[in-house]
């Protein structure tokens, strides 16, 4: 079992949708959760982070955490085709120097 | 001090060289990580500094590899005798340390051929 499993996609949905991207993580000490952007050749952008259970909204973006799934998710509304990436799940345990394991992403690909 | 700077942006380099890889944290941050990207997969940790010591390798970094951050600024990763699955994007990143990790910013990253 992969230690940050997220669907590769591609997922798409129309400009203006709500795009929802789901990632599992293995182990249950995991403290904090981060949802990264990263567009074709450039590297991964920081865009959520999460620590606590529940919903945290920042603009358009709401990052979803239930630990006792082990879910995490990130809703993007009102979807333009800017936002056409992969979206990257990265999870930490505690301690460990903040050291970050990643999922293999999620390509989203809005169309007009 | 805009961000973390990696340097070169592309490397190309015959199978056997060895080859440098520089970054440059942002300036008040002690921290500092290396991670490789492959075509299709998230970033892999390789190794994690704080200040100028070396405090993690992953299992992914072969003898082959070599990092330091000498006085806990820049750091280099070294790559000996290179092969063609070296071939990735390496991506470096820096942050405080804190009680809260509030997610580290990555530099541009250099992508590295190997032919």
């Known amino acids: 079992q992969k230690e940050v499993e997220q669907n590769s996609g591609p997922l798409s949905v129309p400009e203006g949708a709500i795009a929802s991207l789901n990632c599992t993580y293995s182990d249950r000490v995991s403290q904090s959760f981060f949802w990264y952007r990263q567009y074709s050749g450039k590297s991964p952008e920081l865009i959520m982070s999460i620590y606590s259970n529940g919903d945290k909204e920042d603009g358009r973006f709401t990052a979803q955490l239930n630990k006792a799934s082990q879910y995490v998710s990130l809703l993007i509304r009102d979807s333009q085709p800017s936002d056409s990436a992969t979206y990257l799940c990265a999870v930490q345990r505690g301690g460990g120097g903040n050291k970050l394991t990643f999922g293999t992403g999620t390509q989203l690909k809005v169309e007009l | 001090d805009t961000g973390v700077s990696q340097d070169p942006r592309h490397k190309i380099t015959k199978r056997g060289q060895n080859v440098t890889f520089r970054c440059d944290p942002i300036s008040e941050h002690n921290r500092l990580y290396w991670y490789r990207q492959t075509l299709g997969q998230g970033p892999e940790f390789l190794t994690y500094?704080?200040?100028?010591?070396?405090?993690?390798k992953s299992r992914l970094l072969s003898d082959r590899f070599s990092a330091e951050r000498p006085k806990g600024s820049f750091s280099t990763l070294e790559i000996q005798r290179t092969e063609q699955g070296d071939s990735a994007m390496y991506l470096c990143a820096s942050s405080l340390a804190l009680g809260i990790n509030y997610g580290y910013t990555f530099g541009s990253g250099t992508r590295l051929t190997v032919v």
């Open positions: 500094f704080q200040n100028e010591a070396q405090l993690e």
